[in-house]
């Protein structure tokens, strides 16, 4: 690596996101700032409604704009400024430059076609290669990710296959431009636990086998403690917390992040009644003002409801936006 | 003290097709074998197991939404495995299901108050006025206000639903409530909310629930005792610590070894193996060692107090 | 699968023999004869002459029995309103007619209605949404001999371009095929729209834009192929509903076509005739959605392939 500063894969500044619907307007992202380095992995954690997801949709500018209204100081792929690009640089940036995978594996593929003709067309739009080739680049990188049939889940169609075989096979679909940076929007929510463990682990390794980034959105902090290196603390459409993985967990500062943890179950120590957090997530159409938190924040006062605090750091790599920190 | 709910010997199969020929042909796929659970008065049992246990059919068989192929369900200490439908009447009222998907499990042309007071209306229990004021009282005592008795489900969000299912399940007073996946659908922050609303619940009215779930962290901290599920089958059961401290049977074990750590510095690589490595991986244990009469099939053996897991004795 | 044809052939022949002993029936329950009525009435002993020669004098089981042996034989009697020929002849005469042009407007108007639907589908909500959309609900509603004559008087009479009727030369076709082809642009107008808009909320296609593929792509490679298993199974039915002929675009355009038998052979209580035409739509209809259906299995991935592999 040079010691010149090295422009992030991804470079978020002050994004905002907004839907306008007939009753009003949905502001899912409101000023979010965050970036990725190369071969970084980081977990953004947030509940639904928390703008997570189309924060990272924004940048692949997956969302169909319009209706959807995106601004920001910067949105860079790659050095790539997609608010700017046009559809055919954008188009060519998706999964050569950033791949990202999702939810359900179920509904991810087209449901006529089979798996290798899936991954195949995803090769052949981005690099000239026959089918042949790239049908055996396809079988590689289904071995790769630990399928042990490879040629049958070739032939086969989406319905005929589990859901951790979908997901494998989507993480492959994904992996077979060789992206830079890989995002993976909850990818294991829908899966039984030891395949959520193999796909994580899976995952990790890969990132580190092709030097990739790693943008892993979740709402499971157990899924963050096992995978990345730096986690965002999503809110209301807001950045709460920034921090490396091992601070955010023996030494979250933000209110929101410590009552996150402290409300996960399963600690230990038999039958007990867990920390909860009252009340419910903001409701985007309608966010409360200032801070999103403050409704439900055990030490809120009134600087809270008057104005969003600012993102404030420890000139590191730690930042919190909390009134109470300043 | 006769146990709240008792199922002894469950099975269930279904008949699946086999593909081709001129007439059809059916081969039997079992889903649940020989299950035998019991859910002691006052207490939270859990039923973990990944998909394709058995532990949602198990869930249904008990409530006779499902009928069993075999075995009985005990109700109370009565036998209801076989009873018609006006004679399993009262014993509804005694048993009682939430399930996963809260948006689903609620009609949406009802107000709420109208769907939490349609058991009474069901079981013919007090005036209209009398269950419009029950419902609503209930609703309060599961967190929402009485206000929201006019409202429609999909004016709430996912965790209001869920509450007022809970509230739907319990009007009735029921003996046992089983509860499918409750808080799979939910958010993070609601999950620890639905979670101790459940507790409450429980400890206030006596109440003895059936946890069926898949997520091994909830289950640790509201259940009494656990019941792991593989393949149809209990392959092990114990009071919930001892579960988590000392599983005996492989797949117990590496069900929770793929339990995501709690904090980054407890980060390790983990080896995996298939379903069919863990189905031929029973734990042998000799007639010497143990003093039990061996036998050439799995059984479950016990291993403590309230801890036994499935092994053949040789 | 070749049980699976084999049980619905057998399906179709059950069918068959049902609706041949009802439509016989029914016939038979309408009072009078063919010989009854008409400009010049009969004398008796020439009406009891004919029936005996056609064998109405006999009972219904003998005459259902006689018919049905013959019908087995390929032989569909003669028609009483013609009996210079026999059923098949006539059937076989009427039809061409019948079948260019509703076969062609059904050919023409399907694919103009799939490209409706699709610009209708891609430009949700603009001026060509609403267009398609009103082009499409116009088809359906306004019933097919007022668009007849709307046809004919404003491109046969007003402008002159096309003559209004007959059948002999194909400038005669144009008009007529156009009335055919309202009914299939408009529902697969409608159906198209519907079926893309369901497809391009499914969220594989925004995997498949993450993948980098052009939107172009998607539409022609994967939305379409998605939206069409559904409606090539409608297809067929509507074909054979069209091309045996609507009475109505027949009389208007004054084409010799099928369409005026349905009706007049029943008044005419001409019984080979009548019964040999609801037999032929009914073969015709079952055939129409067996080949749908093994079509449909043919298609979906889920049925043609099977079920669970891992």
Known sequence: ?326 | MTAALELRGLCKSYPLREPGGWLPRYRQLPVVRDVDLTVERNSIVGLVGESGSGKTTTGMMALRLTQPTAGSVFVGGVDITSMDAAALKPFRARMQVVFQDSYSALDPMFTLAQIVAEPLHIHGLGTTREQTKTALDWLERVGLHRSYGSRYPHELSGGQRQRVAIARALVLRPDVLIADEPTSALDVSVKAQIINLLQDLQAEMGLSILFISHDLSVVRSLTDKVAVMFNGRIVEEAATEDIFTSAQHPYTRSLLQAIPVLNPRDRKDRVFRSREELEADIPRLSAADTGLTPANVPRLIPHGPGHRFEAIVQ | MIPFILRRLISVSVTFVIVSILIFAMMHSIPGGPFDAGDMPLPPEVRATLNERYGLDQSLFTQYINYMSGVLRFDFGIPFQSPGETVLELLGRAWVPSLVLGGLGVLIGTPLGILLGIAAALRRNTWVDYLASAVATLGLTIPVFVTSMILILVFAVWLDWVPASGWGSPDKWILPIVAYATIPMATYARYTRSAMLDTLNKPFVTVLRAKGLSETRIIYQHVLRNSAIPMVTVFLPMFIGTATGSIFVEAIFRVPGLGAYFVSSIRTRDYPLEMALMLMLTVMFCLAYLISDILYAWLNPRIRAGGRKG
């Open chain 1, 1 to 326: 690596m040079s010691a010149s500063p090295v422009t992030p894969l991804v470079d978020i500044r002050d994004l905002s996101v907004s839907f306008p619907q007939h009753d009003g307007v949905v502001q899912a992202v409101r000023g979010v700032t965050l970036h990725v380095d190369t071969g970084e992995s980081l977990g953004i954690v947030g509940e639904s409604g928390s703008g997570k997801s189309v924060s990272c949709m924004a940048v692949l500018r997956l969302l169909r704009s319009p209706p959807a209204r995106i601004e920001a100081t910067a949105l860079s792929l790659g050095g790539v400024d997609m608010i700017a690009a046009d559809k055919r640089q954008i188009a060519d940036m998706r999964g050569r430059v950033a791949a990202m995978i999702f939810q359900d594996p179920m509904t991810a593929f087209d449901p006529v076609f089979t798996i290798g003709q899936q991954i195949v067309e995803t090769i052949r739009v981005h690099r000239a290669v026959s089918k042949a080739e790239a049908r055996s680049e396809a079988q590689a990188l289904l071995t790769r990710v630990e399928i042990r049939n490879p040629a049958s889940i070739l032939d086969s169609f989406p319905h005929q296959l589990s859901g951790g075989m979908l997901q494998r096979s989507m993480i492959a679909m994904a992996l077979s431009c060789r992206p830079q940076i890989l995002f993976a929007d909850e990818p294991t929510t829908a899966l039984d636990v030891t395949v959520q463990a193999q796909i994580l682990q899976l995952i990790k390794q890969l990132q580190a086998e092709f030097g990739m980034g790693l943008v892993m959105v979740t709402h499971d902090l157990g899924v963050v403690a096992e995978t990345v290196d730096r986690v965002v603390v999503m809110y209301g459409g807001k950045v709460m917390e920034q921090a490396p993985v091992q601070d955010i967990f023996d030494t979250p500062a933000h209110p929101y992040t410590r009552a996150l943890l402290a409300s996960m179950p399963g600690q230990g120590g038999g039958r007990q009644r867990l920390t909860e957090i009252p009340g419910a997530s903001p409701n985007p159409a309608n966010p409360p003002t200032g801070c999103p938190f403050h409704p439900r924040c055990t030490v809120a006062d009134t600087r809270c409801t008057a104005a969003m605090p600012p993102l404030q750091g420890n000139g590191l790599d730690r930042q919190a936006a909390c009134w109470r920190l300043t």
